[in-house]
Structure formats: C-alpha cells, structure tokens
C-alpha cells in the first residue's frame, strides 16, 4: 500500500505501541509528538492518512486539523480519542475528520480504519493525477484547436464548425483529428472527460 | 350567797391578773404554763393540761404539776371523750365525779386518778384548737357556777392567746426559713457568679447586686439605677433585639431568656445570658420584672470556634468530594494511556506473528514495554492513593515564610539539576497565618514543579540565559512573601523565566486535565486551588511573559 501514516501522540508509549502495530502490518509510519512537529514534517504534496490524538500538548488535535486544511493537507485524519471526549470527536467530524477511535484501539481496527483511509488517499492522488494529466494535454492545443474544441463539446458537426469559424470543412477535419491525437484520445466522449477533468478544482 | 359572791370576785380577779400576764410574751409554751397554773390556782385544781387537736387526732401540748414525760403523747378520742363532748357542744363540761359519770371514759380516769375534771373547749376564729383540762385528784368536786363561767371566759382568753401565740411561733418558723433560703439563694446565686437585677416597671428603675455590676462593668457609685443605663452599655447591635425580647416577654405574658454582649469600659465585649420572669402586683398589669444573668463569654467563644470549625470541616469535605470527582476523571485518564499501550504493543507482537516476521528480541521488547507501562499504570494508582489517603493535618497558627522555606529547599535541589536558579524574597517579620503546613508546602512544590517544566519546556528553544552570578543558566524561579495590609492576607508569588501563558490559558490552567505540559495532566494545580480554596485563600495565575502564579492566606485575627 502506498502511503504514509502521519500519527502524532503526546504520550511516547502509546505513540510508539500505535507506531509497532502499523509498521508491523508493513505500513511506513512517520511518528511525531505534537502537532507542530506534524506540521513541520508533512505538506500539501504528502501522501498517506493522519492518525492525531485530539489532546496534544501546545496546539491540540482540533487546531492542528484546521492550521492542516489551510495549508492543503487534505490527507483523510483519523482522530484518537479519551474517554468523555465525544464533544470534541463531534466537532472534529464536522469539521471534516474522516474517522475517530477511542483508545484504547484494537489493532484490527485501527489497521481497517488506517487502510480504509490509505485508499480513500489513493484515490484522492489518483483523481488529482489524472485531472493534471488532463489540463497538461488540453494545455498542448494551439488557440484554434481549442475554438474546435469548445464546438465539438457542444456537439457541433464539421460543417457548423467549418461554417462558424469561416474555415473548411476539411480544415475542421484536419484539427479534429490534430486534437484527438495530443489528446490520446479515440472520440469526442473521450474528449469531454477529459475536458471536465481538466477543469475541475 | 355571800361565798358564791366572793368567789366571783376572787375568780374575776383572777381572770384580770390572767390576762395582764399573758401580754408580757407571745411564747406558745410560756403563755400555755401560765394559763395553766393561773387557772389551776384560781380553780383549785391539782393539775392541769392542754391538749391540741388536729387532723392526726389528739397531742398533750402542755401539763401542769403532771410529768414532763407525757407531753407530745398522743392520746385517742375514746381516752378523752369528755374532751371530744366540750368540742362538740363548745361548751365546759364539768364532771363532778369522776368515778361515776359515764361521760368519761373509765379506764382514763382511773390510770390518771382522775375524781373530777372540767374541760374547757379552746375555740379561736371559730377554729378548734383544743381542750384545757384541770384535774381533781383528792376527791369529788361540785363545780360551782362562778367556776363553770371563770372556765368559759378563761377558755376564750385561753384560746384567742394561745392562737395568737401559735401563729407568732409559725410567722417566726417561715421568717426563719425564709431567711435561710435567701441565704442559701444568695449564696448560690455568688457561687455560680450570678448576677441579679429587680427592675421597677413604674418607675423604669432597676436593682443589681454586687455580682450584676462587675457583669456589666458598671461602677456601683455612678449608676443611677435607670433602666436607660443599664441598656446603654449593650453592645448597640444587640440592644434593639433585647429591648424586643423583654417585649415580647411582657406583652406574651412569659418568661424571658436572652444572651447579648455588654461592652465593659476597657471596651472588652463579654456575653452575657439573662433570664428573667414579670412579677404581678394587679393582675395582668406588669409591674416589676426580676431576674439572674451569667458570664457566657466562654460558651460563646466555643461555640464560635465550633461552628467556624464546622464550616471549615464542609468546606473542606465538600472540596473532598469535588476533589474526588476530579479524580475519578483524571483516574480513568491516566489509566487509559498505559492500558491502551499495553494492548498495542502487544497487538503489535501478534500481528508480526501473523506475518511471520517476529524476532525473540523483537518479542522481548514488547514485553519489556508492556511491563513498564502495566508499572506506570500502578504508581498512577499509588500515587492517587497515597494523596487521597492523606490524613488532614489540623490548622495551625504558622510562619508562612518557615514553610516556603522549607518547600523552596526541596525544590532548589532538583532545579539546579536542570541548571534553573532558585531565589527567595521573602517579606521579614509577616503575621501568622491559619493554615495545614503540609498542604501550604505542597502548593509552594506543586507551583515550583510547574515552574520547573515550563523552563525546560522553553529552554530547548530559547539560548541559555547568563546568570547574574556568571554561571550559565537556563532559568530562574523567584519565589516571594509579603503581606496586603488591606486586604490583610498574606500573598505568596511564584515567577519563572519560562515563556508564560496567554489570557486564555492563564484562565484554565487550573481545571483538570488541563495541561500545557508533556507529561503531567494539570493535577498538580488542580490540587492546589483546592487546598488554597480550602484556606480561605485564592490562587491564580497571570497572563504574560514569564509564568507567574499567585496565592494568598488570611492572616490569623485575634477573636
């Protein structure tokens, strides 16, 4: 599994126990003590989930979710929990945490919420991916392709386009065939995807 | 005739000598004797006795040339029925001859050798004394009629004199006793340092004995015996709620108690109880009140110290309880880091096993750690325990800064091992303050161990700062005493160089399980507020750069 588990507790046992269990299942762990540390040990580009005990010494679990969010982390966070901690668990939620446990966690499911969260990551980075390959190809198109292009998306024929444009329609052919090839693909279905994908976010 | 006519005048004689000697005594005895031998010797006869009557039946009071011996005899009705005969007609009876009238009772008459008797009813206020008797003993003897109406007339002087004389003898008796109970009164009242007062409601006046005016401090010569007086030296909160109470006393128709302070000329406050009851002279209308009043300083100030004691206890037992709840809270907190670890690094262990990919040195590890962190577990338990467990130590009059000095020293020890100096100010010759030694030191420990780690916790960031003895060191904690003389408390400030905390922090720092430390959970402060709170001091800490908490204590107030 690719990614990296984030997991910050204040408490060194309890910390490196969590740690043993992740990297036993063969996870990579980065452990930190605080939520500076993590702050200063991940960024918008890292990959993986955070485990974060919502009572930290300093800056507490709740501020660091939101110092995290501001600065692009959009790593799914896992919250750990006391007892009598369900008010914060709640405000965590809505803020936009995807799981909480309450320690003590059975390793099980501490493993299924962690790997469950490594994929929501995964696919996250996978969608991010494809979204940058799609403006990297779209960005390929010369100004006139791309006046094709936004015809073609709205379903007009050669002979519109041709018409629209005061080109020909063998002209319109020639750059309809250009866009699909920089843009690897076989049709214009193919080439709406990859237009919304490249526009989204 | 002429006898009978010389007889009168001898018996009249008589008579008027009778009642001539009588007036010289009121002696029931004395008049009794000379009736008797007056009588005896104006009537010719050869003894004479009195004998009282009463609900008991008959006594022989008084006798005549009779023995001593027989006087307080009782003596039965069948015995004297003569006698019971004159009570029941009120009139004499005469028995010429004893031996043969069956008016007397035989067996009598012959044991006293009894020949003739006259028994003269004694009757005064309409109210049966008695009966006078003169006996005959040589022979018959007819009675004549100026004797029958000597008899009559000397039995009514008899009778009048001997009432007047018993009543003397009883008035004497009750003044006596009346006397020595007043006696016996006085000399309770003195021994159980009562005093008393008589207060005259017509003329508002009132009487104290010598006890009353040492009570209330009051000079005997200057006081004018008003009633106005005696009130003005009430302490003023007490005196409207006193006046109320005779009020009520007065208008409820009841005896009155009340207990008030009276201020003594060297403005000492003494307690005063005072019990009193109205005495009626018409009824209904109030005239005199009387009544005791007694020291009760010392009860008051027992009871003082015993209900100040009380309220400290709750206080001290309500703060237990909350104290209690905390730690229940911060239990199950301390409690969950250990057992969550344990369980991880054991869980740990089993899923290398599942992997395969466990090591004997890998296996021994988590053992070592799951030990250590079952042992964390149990000295939290200890810990809690041992301070629950805590006998409160009683409060005592203590020099505050002896305790900070004694707490600081402990402390110095373990800051100069992280290279923090620690220095005293402490404020010279400050009052005693009322507090449990051990637990004030405890505060002074808790607020220097927190100063301690906010040090450390700083001092990786921030460059090591000179020491003004040149050493390098990386913080200082200052610790100092003074007294607020308005507030009359004494303050204890402990400052650190360690970063401080912002206004918000500064506000929570002492809740449970607030914390801004690695290690500790805020117990330490938590603890602390309480055992301050329980003081009677307060403790907070201040907002800014470098930490700075503060507590105080009451000074101790003479009563």
Wanted: charged content about 20%.
């Amino acid at each position: 599994m690719n990614g990296t588990v984030f997991l910050v507790d204040d408490d060194e046992a309890v910390l490196r126990s969590l740690g043993d269990i992740l990297s036993a299942d063969g996870l990579a762990v980065r452990a930190f003590d605080s939520a500076e540390a993590l702050l200063a040990g991940c960024n918008a580009q890292s990959e993986g989930c955070i485990v974060l005990d919502i009572r930290l010494p300093g800056m507490d679990g709740l501020n660091a979710q939101d110092v995290l969010a501001e600065q692009g982390v959009q790593m799914p966070i896992i919250f750990l929990t006391g007892h009598g901690d369900v008010q914060l668990s709640v405000r965590a939620m809505k803020a936009g945490a995807y799981d909480f446990l309450q320690k003590p966690v059975a390793a099980d499911t501490l493993l299924a919420r962690v790997y469950a969260a490594l994929m929501l990551d995964r696919r996250r980075m996978q969608v991010r991916s494809e979204e940058a390959l799609a403006r990297e190809r779209l960005a390929r198109l010369t100004p006139r392709e791309q006046e094709v292009l936004n015809q073609l998306l709205q379903g007009a024929s050669s002979k519109e386009i041709a018409k629209q444009l005061g080109l020909s329609p063998r002209t319109v052919d020639v750059h309809r065939k250009n866009i699909l090839v920089k843009c690897r693909a076989s049709s214009v279905l193919e080439l709406s995807e990859l237009y919304r994908r490249g526009n989204n976010g | 005739m002429n006898a009978a006519i010389n007889q009168t005048k001898a018996l009249s004689e008589a008579l008027n000598r009778i009642n001539v000697t009588l007036h010289s005594t009121l002696d029931f005895h004395e008049v009794a004797q000379r009736l008797l031998s007056e009588g005896s010797r104006a009537l010719g006869s050869e003894t004479a006795a009195i004998l009282l009557r009463d609900d008991a039946g008959w006594q022989i009071s008084d006798v005549f040339r009779m023995p001593l011996g027989m006087v307080d005899t009782p003596v039965t009705d069948q015995e004297v029925q003569h006698a019971v005969l004159a009570i029941q007609s009120r009139q004499i009876v005469a028995i010429d001859d004893a031996l043969h009238d069956p008016r007397v009772n035989r067996e009598h008459v012959r044991q006293y050798n009894i020949r003739a008797v006259l028994a003269a009813p004694l009757i005064a206020r309409n109210e049966i004394i008695g009966v006078m008797f003169f006996n005959y003993h040589a022979g018959p003897h007819v009675f004549t009629e100026p004797e029958v109406h000597f008899a009559q007339q000397l039995a009514t002087t008899a009778a009048i004199a001997l009432d007047n004389a018993r009543l003397f003898d009883e008035r004497l008796r009750v003044e006596k006793a009346l006397r020595a109970s007043e006696q016996r009164l006085h000399l309770a009242l003195d021994a159980a340092d009562m005093g008393i007062w008589d207060w005259d409601m017509l003329t508002d006046s009132v009487l104290w004995n010598e006890k009353h005016f040492s009570l209330f401090g009051v000079d005997p010569a200057s006081f004018t015996n008003q009633v106005s007086e005696a009130f003005s030296v009430l302490h003023p909160d007490d005196r409207e709620r006193v006046q109320a109470s005779v009020q009520q006393a007065l208008t409820q128709q009841e005896p009155f108690y009340t207990e008030f302070r009276v201020v003594h000329p060297d403005e000492s406050v003494h307690w005063i109880a005072s019990k009193g009851q109205q005495v009626k002279g018409v009824p209904g209308d109030p005239l005199r009140m009387i009544g005791i009043c007694f020291d009760i300083t010392e009860r008051k100030h027992a009871e003082q110290e015993r209900e100040r004691y009380l309220h400290q206890e709750n206080i001290a037992q309500m703060h237990r309880l909350h104290i209690a709840g905390e730690f229940a809270a911060l239990l199950a907190h301390q409690l969950n880091q250990p057992l969550s670890a344990i369980r991880s690094f054991a869980e740990a262990g089993l899923v290398r096993l599942r992997h395969a990919t466990d090591t004997p040195e890998r296996s021994a590890q988590a053992f070592n750690d799951i030990v250590a962190q079952s042992e964390r577990a149990a000295q939290s338990i200890r810990d809690l325990r041992q301070f629950l467990a805590r006998q409160p130590q009683a409060m005592t009059a203590a020099d505050l800064n002896a305790h900070v000095r004694s707490a600081s020293g402990l402390m110095s020890v373990l800051a100069r091992s992280y290279a923090i100096r620690v220095s005293l100010d402490l404020s010279k010759s400050l009052p005693l303050a009322l507090m449990r030694p051990s637990q004030i030191e405890q505060v002074v420990i808790n607020l220097m161990e927190n100063a301690i780690d906010a040090i450390r916790l700083s001092s990786a960031m921030n460059a090591a700062v000179t020491d003004t003895l040149g050493g390098k060191m990386k913080g200082t904690i200052q610790i100092a005493t003074l007294l607020d003389p308005e507030l009359n408390e004494l303050v204890v400030t402990v400052r650190d160089s360690g970063p401080g905390l912002d206004a918000e922090a500064a506000k929570r720092v002492f809740d449970p399980l607030y914390t801004t430390k690695e290690n500790g959970i805020g117990m330490g402060l938590t603890i602390s507020r309480s055992i301050v709170e329980v003081h009677g001091g307060r403790i907070w800490a201040k907002a800014g750069s470098g930490g700075c908490f503060k507590f105080t204590l009451p000074v101790v107030t003479t009563p």
